[in-house]
């Protein structure tokens, strides 16, 4: 059973991973997304629009951006959540036409303004 474990490691992990439609469960994915630093976006006239994350993604290890743009009256409430999800170009099996990333997504806080 032992290399029967290692063998599901290696499916579940790496750029040969399928395509797993939308999953959200993976505690430790969160984290490392989550804790990524935010980068500053700023406009053509050097006006903060929005924020950005570039990490590989921890399941399939394709680079992954998640987006934050700068709202009114919602931005920067303390405790709000977007939604982080793989969005590589990369072939994943299984993938719906159309669709991007591995399909793991997770719910990260927010930028804070600096």
């Known amino acids: 059973m032992v290399g029967g474990a290692k063998a599901e490691s290696r499916r579940d992990h790496g750029p040969e991973v399928v395509w797993c439609p939308r999953y959200y469960d993976d505690v430790e994915w969160q984290k490392v997304v989550d804790t990524a630093n935010w980068q500053t976006r700023l406009g053509p006239e050097g006006t903060l629009v929005g924020f950005y994350k570039q ?14 743009l700068v709202g009114y009256s919602e931005a920067f409430i303390p ?11 990369e072939t994943h099996e299984g993938r719906p036409k159309g669709d991007q990333g591995c399909g793991y997504r997770t719910e990260i806080r927010e930028a804070k303004e600096t």
Request: charged share 20%; proline share 8%; hydrophobic share 30%.
């Open 79 to 89: 405790e709000r959540t977007i939604t982080a999800a793989c969005d590589c170009n």
């Open 55 to 68: 990490v590989p993604c921890p399941r399939c290890t394709h680079d992954m951006v998640v987006h934050q």
